[in-house]
């Protein structure tokens, strides 16, 4: 049946096992990306299996110049995390040069694009967030199991990341000019929107990282020095940027404003209660059977 066939198209040309693959990635915690003329930040929300586990990695390190953020499945992120560390690695070796971030992301996509026209595999349950550095400036791309990447100047993944997206397109027209220490802060604010409202952004929750200028240059090189190459910031190391996070106001409903002290007494014909509601408008059937949104995660997602 094609709802179970990963080659075959349902009558509407859709492929169910990939967009089921598709639905893994919003289940990993939040991931989010976003890039100036300058560098490139991720930040990542870190979830524990349980209370008794420590909080999953979510910042992989491919190459000096390349490092991924993960929301899905911890094991298709290992596996193709391995496999872009071998394509680096080759390039380093073979021509002594950093491989080119359009053609590690074109490579994984050719590799996850497999998957989907194969009999006997199925798609990849697992999306990134890549940013790096090469010739052209800062990058970052997302990646998912279709096999399709796309670049962005801002991109966030995982569950609940439609507030992070819609934090970002408010703010996108600052990140152009915006140095590391304002992407790192506007990153942490989108990620804290994926929260719900009685809940704060935790810096034993969070990884963040950072590439910069000349993190594809040879350690060896002359003008390698002072280059900003790709690494992960977590814990204590995030208090200065928690300092200058803004106290979190909500996009969708503000904060109601306090009652006054004491209300003026109003003329009879002021006093006289409003009608009520009529009962077919007192409650909306289609919003009150609107299923809410599940937060629990799968048991392997991150």
């Given at each position: ?5 990963n080659t075959?198209f349902s009558?509407q040309?859709?492929l ?5 693959a598709l639905e ?14 300058t560098?490139a930040v991720l930040?990542?929300?870190?979830r524990?299996?349980?209370e008794?586990?420590?909080?999953q990695?979510?910042?992989?390190k491919?190459d000096?110049?390349?490092?991924i953020?993960?929301a ?12 872009m560390r ?7 070796l073979a021509?002594?040069?950093a491989?080119?971030l359009?053609?590690i ?5 050719d590799?996850a694009?497999?998957n989907?026209m194969q009999y006997g595999k ?7 967030l890549?940013?790096g550095?090469?010739?052209t400036g ?9 096999g399709n ?6 991109m966030?993944l995982?569950a609940?990341s439609?507030s992070?997206?819609?934090y970002l397109?408010?703010?996108c027209?600052?990140f152009?000019n915006?140095?590391?220490?304002a992407?790192?802060t506007?990153g ?14 935790e810096?034993?929750a ?10 594809d240059l040879?350690?060896?090189?002359p ?5 900003e190459?790709?690494?992960?910031i977590?814990?204590d190391?995030?208090?200065?940027w928690?300092?200058k ?10 904060a109601?404003a306090?009652?006054?002290a ?5 003329s009879?014909?002021?006093?006289a209660?409003?009608?009520a509601?009529?009962?077919a408008?007192?409650?909306d ?7 809410a ?10």
């Open positions: 049946m094609f709802r179970n066939d075959v009558p040309g859709r169910h096992q990939v967009e089921y893994a990635i919003k289940q990993g915690s939040a991931v989010v990306g976003l890039r100036s003329g560098h930040v990542a929300l870190k524990a299996p349980s008794l586990a420590e909080r990695r979510k910042m992989l491919i000096n110049h390349i490092g953020g993960f899905g499945l911890t094991s298709d992120a290992r596996v193709l995390s391995n496999y071998q394509l680096a690695l080759s390039s380093r021509y002594d040069r491989l080119p359009s053609r992301v074109g490579a994984l996509a590799r694009q497999l989907t199925r798609p990849y349950g697992v999306g990134f890549i940013i550095v090469d010739d800062p990058h970052l791309y997302e990646f998912n199991p279709t990447c796309f670049e962005y100047y801002a966030s995982g609940r439609q992070a997206k819609t397109e408010r703010h027209d600052e152009e915006a140095d590391a220490d992407l790192i506007h942490l604010a989108a990620l804290r929107e994926t929260l719900q409202q009685n809940k704060e952004l810096r034993e969070v990884s963040v990282a950072i590439v910069g200028p000349g993190a040879p350690t060896n090189s003008h390698a020095r002072g280059a190459r790709f690494r992960v977590e814990g190391d995030l208090a200065t928690f300092v996070l803004a106290p979190r106001s909500s996009g969708a409903a503000p109601a306090p009652a006054p004491a209300a003026p007494a109003a009879e014909s002021e006093s209660p409003a009608p509601p009529d009962s408008s007192a409650s059937p289609a919003q009150d059977s609107a299923p949104a599940e937060d629990t995660p799968m048991e392997d997602a991150n």
